[in-house]
């Protein structure tokens, strides 16, 4: 780790530091730290973490909608068909995401398949539906203040295959 005093109580950590390496600093007498704009860049949840246990109330994720699709069939009179995707983040793992039909109006027009973007303040429940189009135990609900911000990132990968074998395909 590289280290360089900027005073008694500054001390600048290089991009190959961690946060880890970081809070050590602190530890060993140092009253703050300033870190480089690699080290502090933003952390994303994974999916493969998401849970809706009271344990993790504010989720933010980036990733790429893969699938993105309207359910006719559920819209109410007067209101736009409820908003569907799947979407996958930098380790390959998927989940779906729902835009309830009131919701519509504030999020239509925001997802493009292929896209990338960063998502937060979102609702966790368990996935019940009888259609599941990803492994995940849970599903994400678009709230009225979840936040969806486009972002330019050629890290997350741009198809999510889930390859099972032939006899366990039930139709």
Avoid at 11 to 38: E, M, P, T, Y
């Amino acid at each position: 780790m590289k280290m360089k005093a900027m005073s008694d109580s500054y001390l600048k950590v290089s991009s190959f530091a961690n946060l880890k390496d970081a809070i050590q600093c602190l530890h060993d007498g140092h009253q703050s730290c300033v870190l480089s704009q690699v080290a502090i860049a933003a952390r994303y949840d994974l999916i493969k973490y998401i849970n809706a246990g009271p344990a993790h109330k504010v989720w933010k994720l980036k990733v790429r909608v893969i699938k993105l699709w309207t359910i006719f069939y559920f819209a109410k009179s007067g209101m736009k068909a409820p908003i569907e995707m799947v979407v996958l983040d930098e380790e390959g793992d998927t989940i779906q995401c729902t835009v309830k039909d009131i919701f519509v109006p504030i999020f239509e027009g925001l997802h493009a398949e292929g896209n990338v973007y960063v998502v937060s303040n979102f609702g966790v429940a368990l996935n019940t539906m009888k259609f599941k189009p990803t492994r995940h135990k849970f599903r994400i609900h678009f709230k009225m203040d979840t936040i969806v911000r486009p972002v330019q990132d050629s890290s997350i990968p741009l198809n999510g295959f889930n390859f099972v074998p032939f006899k366990n395909i039930h139709a």
